[in-house]
């Protein structure tokens, strides 16, 4: 326990039902960090929100004895930084180069392109083309590792970068009834998903899959 | 440790200079290659399969990728070796990710824009975004030399490789970036001041004609 714990004051402005929220929530949950949860309405912005993030107005912000981080993944690594225990970034400088690369791939090519088949309501067989492309590139990566997770035998900042991919993904798929991971074109990354729900620091953090399908077929309805 | 330090890059890519700067700022000897975009060696694309792009860092025969996690990787790597890139408290190293993530969802897109928008309409829109954008990063350099606390490090890093285009930006743009953002432009002078940085940068001019080639070949 590092000496100020009691006194720290951590508080993560949210939203539930978001996959970045998510990542925080599964860093605070893994290190055993005690928060409070502020929960936004989107719609209607909260001034400590607007306050606390005036370049990006968007959730998750922790804020940390009065000072606010933003961003899921560099809250994510703060949150390793400052507290040690249960790391969630390799040690070694080299790997951890890797697991910072695969995290800024899932978030800057994979979700944006598998969005954009839900969005484009699957109607683009270039945009499907895209998004198959990017998850091969993790079935691959996966498949060399030969692990249970990115991060090994436990999970890592990759596993949490890619929690869309093991949840979220799968109710948007079940709420347009339009399937991309089948366990047949993507094994590996089935039987991640299936693992990393399946993590007892994971599963207390997901929103229930009543309200995913309920959001996303209100969104996107049937493709 | 400054055995078989190899980069990947192309002398007029911003990504690449990042690098750069950060391995002349920690003294790390390395063996540069040049690269060219349309023909692209069997090296850069065995070491980065993922992007086949520049800048990749090669140190003892294994690949480092994306240029802000390249300096990440140069200021752990070489830790005993001063200055350091990034702060020693977790919240002003947070500060300084996010901000180096900044200015590569904001600073590169919306500047690109102005060279490739054409109809005067769709220029002015450009010019507008990139000034908002540089005013945000104005407002967090505050009364500070530096970006994030006092030191020069990895988001002045990711920022002044593109204080080159602004001679270009200027030109094509009929734009006036010093005197929108004097705080800026003091703080460019400021970093220039830097070896690791007036050496690693190409002179605007240099940049400015690399568009005006670019342009032509479109058939602009």
Same mark, same amino acid.
């Given at each position: 326990?590092?000496?100020?714990?009691?006194?720290?004051?951590?508080?993560?402005?949210?939203?539930?039902?978001?996959?970045?929220?998510?990542?925080?929530?599964?860093?605070?949950?893994?290190?055993?960090?005690?928060?409070?949860?502020?929960?936004?309405?989107? +719609?209607?912005?909260?001034?400590?929100?607007?306050?606390?993030?005036?370049?990006?107005?968007?959730?998750?912000?922790?804020?940390?004895?009065?000072?606010?981080?933003?961003?899921?993944?560099?809250?994510?690594?703060?949150?390793?930084?400052?507290?040690?225990?249960?790391?969630?970034?390799?040690?070694?400088?080299?790997?951890?180069?890797?697991?910072?690369?695969?995290?800024?791939?899932?978030?800057?090519?994979?979700?944006?392109?598998?969005?954009?088949?839900?969005?484009?309501?699957?109607?683009?067989?270039?945009?499907?083309?895209?998004?198959?492309? +990017?998850?091969?590139?993790?079935?691959?990566?996966?498949?060399?590792?030969?692990?249970?997770?990115?991060?090994?035998?436990?999970?890592?900042?990759?596993?949490?970068?890619?929690?869309?991919?093991?949840?979220?993904?799968?109710?948007?798929?079940?709420?347009?009834?339009?399937?991309?991971?089948?366990?047949?074109?993507?094994?590996?990354?089935?039987?991640?998903?299936?693992?990393?729900?399946?993590?007892?620091?994971?599963?207390?953090?997901?929103?229930?899959?009543?309200?995913?399908?309920?959001?996303?077929?209100?969104?996107?309805?049937?493709? | 440790?400054?055995?078989?330090?190899?980069?990947?890059?192309?002398?007029?890519?911003?990504?690449?200079?990042?690098?750069?700067?950060?391995?002349?700022?920690?003294?790390?000897?390395?063996?540069?290659?040049?690269?060219?975009?349309?023909?692209?060696?069997?090296?850069?694309?065995?070491?980065?399969?993922?992007?086949?792009?520049?800048?990749?860092?090669?140190?003892?025969?294994?690949?480092?990728?994306?240029?802000?996690?390249?300096?990440?990787?140069?200021?752990?790597?070489?830790?005993?070796?001063?200055?350091?890139?990034?702060?020693?408290?977790?919240?002003?190293?947070?500060?300084?990710?996010?901000?180096?993530?900044?200015?590569?969802?904001?600073?590169?897109?919306?500047?690109?824009?102005?060279?490739?928008?054409?109809?005067?309409?769709?220029?002015?829109?450009?010019?507008?975004?990139?000034?908002?954008?540089?005013?945000?990063?104005?407002?967090?350099?505050?009364?500070?030399?530096?970006?994030?606390?006092?030191?020069?490090?990895?988001?002045?890093?990711?920022?002044?490789?593109?204080?080159?285009?602004?001679?270009?930006?200027?030109?094509?743009?009929?734009?006036?970036?010093?005197?929108?953002?004097?705080?800026?432009?003091?703080?460019?002078?400021?970093?220039?001041?830097?070896?690791?940085?007036?050496?690693?940068?190409?002179?605007?001019?240099?940049?400015?004609?690399?568009?005006?080639?670019?342009?032509?070949?479109?058939?602009?």
């Amino acid at each position: 326990m590092r000496s100020s714990e009691m006194a720290d004051e951590v508080t993560l402005y949210a939203d539930g039902r978001s996959p970045f929220v998510c990542r925080v929530k599964i860093a605070l949950n893994m290190k055993g960090i005690k928060y409070k949860n502020m929960e936004e309405d989107l +719609q209607n912005k909260s001034g400590a929100l607007l306050n606390y993030n005036p370049v990006h107005k968007k959730v998750p912000v922790l804020v940390h004895n009065g000072n606010p981080i933003l961003e899921s993944l560099v809250i994510v690594e703060y949150l390793d930084n400052v507290w040690e225990r249960v790391p969630i970034l390799p040690q070694d400088p080299y790997e951890k180069a890797a697991a910072r690369f695969w995290a800024k791939f899932i978030d800057d090519k994979c979700i944006p392109a598998l969005y954009k088949v839900f969005s484009s309501k699957g109607e683009e067989e270039q945009v499907i083309t895209e998004a198959c492309e +990017q998850l091969q590139i993790l079935e691959d990566e996966l498949e060399l590792k030969g692990k249970k997770f990115f991060g090994g035998d436990n999970i890592n900042l990759v596993d949490i970068a890619a929690d869309f991919i093991a949840y979220w993904l799968q109710l948007l798929e079940e709420a347009t009834e339009m399937k991309l991971v089948t366990r047949s074109k993507f094994p590996k990354i089935t039987e991640w998903a299936e693992g990393f729900v399946n993590c007892q620091v994971v599963k207390e953090m997901l929103p229930p899959r009543a309200i995913m399908l309920a959001y996303y077929k209100n969104r996107f309805g049937k493709i | 440790m400054d055995d078989d330090v190899i980069l990947l890059d192309f002398w007029v890519s911003v990504f690449g200079q990042r690098v750069r700067i950060a391995l002349a700022e920690k003294g790390v000897h390395y063996e540069n290659r040049e690269e060219n975009p349309q023909n692209k060696t069997p090296l850069l694309l065995e070491m980065n399969p993922v992007h086949k792009k520049i800048p990749v860092l090669i140190h003892q025969g294994k690949p480092v990728c994306e240029s802000n996690i390249i300096v990440q990787y140069i200021d752990e790597a070489w830790h005993d070796k001063s200055p350091s890139l990034l702060p020693s408290d977790p919240y002003l190293r947070a500060q300084a990710r996010f901000w180096a993530d900044f200015v590569d969802k904001k600073v590169y897109e919306s500047a690109k824009k102005i060279w490739m928008t054409e109809g005067e309409e769709d220029q002015q829109v450009a010019k507008k975004e990139l000034i908002e954008v540089l005013k945000v990063l104005e407002g967090q350099l505050g009364e500070k030399p530096y970006l994030v606390g006092e030191s020069f490090g990895l988001a002045d890093i990711a920022l002044i490789p593109f204080s080159m285009w602004f001679h270009t930006l200027n030109e094509i743009g009929k734009m006036n970036i010093e005197r929108e953002c004097p705080k800026l432009a003091a703080w460019v002078n400021r970093c220039m001041e830097r070896e690791s940085v007036s050496k690693t940068l190409p002179r605007p001019h240099k940049f400015y004609e690399f568009i005006l080639e670019m342009q032509k070949k479109k058939g602009h």
